[in-house]
T-cell receptor, first 116, second 116 residues
Framework: AQKVTQAQTEISVVEKEDVTLDCVYETRDTTYYLFWYKQPPSGELVFLIRRNSFDEQNEISGRYSWNFQKSTSSFNFTITASQVVDSAVYFCALSERQGGSEKLVFGKGMKLTVNP | DARVTQTPRDKVTEMGQEVTMRCQPILGHNTVFWYRQTMMQGLELLAYFRNRAPLDDSGMPKDRFSAEMPDATLATLKIQPSEPRDSAVYFC??????????????FGQGTRLTVV
């Protein structure tokens, strides 16, 4: 069964600090997809990234970067030089390739507060 | 600008009453998810559909919850009878799964349900 664990429930940092959000997943499939979503205080869920299991290259998008390591079943998310606008709940999610019944399972989320 | 539309945005109801939440997925998406968000459980997958067929509703309390997709433009989640513990934000999301690959899921703005 697929499972996503975000061990940190809440982190508070001061603006300009770097922060890493951990995500560990469990799956029996060799083909799967990993996602990160952001939920700002307004409540909507915003897609950040999707990564397939065959692509272990790290990705960087502005201040955001993602580190995918199959050896440790982790897909960690780092925000560099955090800003107050980064304050949100961040969710990691997993979708296994199941031959027609793929679903999207989320971790419990991690609340990030960036203080000025 | 394609988006997932959920109605109502807010619903306050008395215990024992029937509640129906509606979702209009993005045209062309073949997968629709229903999630429930609470502080304790995060984003729980309640049910999902592929090409309007229900694939998995094991996340729902069967005795009181039901999910249907009467046509490609409408998904519904019904609670009858409602209980205070059902109070949560309910999200609908739609996405495109192609040959086992689940793409990005687009979320509606959610229905905030309060059962008193």
């Amino acid at each position: 069964a697929q499972k996503v664990t975000q061990a940190q429930t809440e982190i508070s940092v001061v603006e300009k600090e770097d922060v890493t959000l951990d995500c560990v997943y469990e799956t029996r499939d060799t083909t799967y997809y990993l996602f990160w979503y952001k939920q700002p205080p307004s409540g909507e869920l915003v897609f950040l990234i999707r990564r397939n299991s065959f692509d272990e290259q790290n990705e960087i998008s502005g201040r955001y970067s993602w580190n995918f390591q199959k050896s440790t079943s982790s897909f960690n998310f780092t925000i560099t030089a955090s800003q107050v606008v980064d304050s949100a709940v961040y969710f990691c999610a997993l979708s296994e390739r199941q031959g027609g019944s793929e679903k999207l399972v989320f971790g419990k989320g991690m609340k990030l507060t960036v203080n000025p | 600008d394609a988006r997932v539309t959920q109605t109502p945005r807010d619903k306050v109801t008395e215990m024992g009453q029937e509640v129906t939440m509606r979702c209009q997925p993005i045209l062309g998406h073949n997968t629709v998810f229903w999630y429930r968000q609470t502080m304790m459980q995060g984003l729980e997958l309640l049910a999902y559909f592929r090409n309007r067929a229900p694939l998995d509703d094991s996340g729902m309390p069967k005795d009181r919850f039901s999910a249907e997709m009467p046509d490609a433009t409408l998904a519904t989640l019904k609670i009858q009878p409602s209980e205070p513990r059902d109070s949560a934000v309910y999200f609908c999301a739609s996405g495109l799964a192609i040959q086992g690959a689940m793409g990005e899921a687009f979320f509606g703005q959610g229905t905030r349900l309060t059962v008193v």
